[in-house]
């Protein structure tokens, strides 16, 4: 039972443009969101983090917005740029708990 | 400060044997999570530990076991193994300070197990 889905395996973008990342979740207990960013043979990277009494979190180029209502979540990259290609994936956990369910990842290709 | 650290980096084993692998958490973080890497599932969690606790565990069989010591650091270990256990074992570690809540968990590199 997938309780995080991204469901965009991959995503091409030009550089200087906006990359937009989606992540939906079926859990309403979910109140604390990360989003990571992989290279291959090395592990995730934090890129920035959400709780749910916002519903938007900046972080220099990237910005995450949540949609509590729709169980949604998504990370804006801006202005995207080659070495952002990589893979992201998105977790998420309940406050009582420290365990994470993350996302199968999207993996995003930035075109020069 | 020093990052998560994983030891071994790769691991080759055959069917049936078991294997165990390390952990040491960034100072000062006192809660550690496993997690398997497997192509197409992402990361699959695999058990917490917290002040030496196993206080949360994943959906995976008893061959896959873990434990934490007085300094923090953490092995997991899995038995018997199998070909399907072939996979990236992710490691993070949070600072946590209570016995609940959550906070931003930090990756180590990864061991990656290859099973023959």
């Known amino acids: 039972d997938q309780q995080v889905k991204q469901n965009s395996p991959s995503l091409s973008v030009q550089e200087g443009r906006i990359s937009i990342l989606n992540c939906d979740y079926t859990?309403?207990?979910?109140?604390?969101f990360l989003w990571y960013k992989k290279y291959p043979a090395e592990g995730p990277t934090f890129l920035i983090s959400i709780s749910s009494i916002k519903d938007k979190n900046e972080d220099g180029r990237f910005t995450v917005f949540l949609n509590k209502s729709a169980k949604h979540l998504s990370l804006h990259i801006v202005p995207s740029q080659p070495g952002d290609s990589a893979v992201y994936f998105c977790a998420a956990s309940a406050f009582s708990g420290n365990q994470f369910y993350f996302g199968t990842g999207t993996s995003l290709t930035v075109i020069p | 400060k020093a990052g998560v650290t994983q030891t071994p980096r790769y691991l080759i084993k055959t069917r049936g044997q078991q294997v165990t692998l390390s952990c040491s958490p960034i100072?000062?973080?006192?809660?550690v999570s496993w997690y398997q890497q497997t192509p197409g599932q992402g990361l699959q969690f695999l058990f917490e530990y917290f002040s030496e606790t196993q206080r949360n565990k994943g959906n995976f069989p008893g061959r896959f076991s873990g434990r934490q010591f007085s300094n923090s650091r953490s092995e997991m270990n899995v038995s018997t193994l199998e070909l399907g256990d072939s996979a990236l074992y992710l490691c993070a570690s949070s600072r946590l300070t209570g016995t609940s809540g959550t906070d931003t968990q930090y990756f180590g590199p990864g061991t990656r197990l290859t099973v023959l």
């Open positions: 859990n309403s207990m979910f109140d604390y």
């Open positions: 100072s000062g973080h006192r809660s």
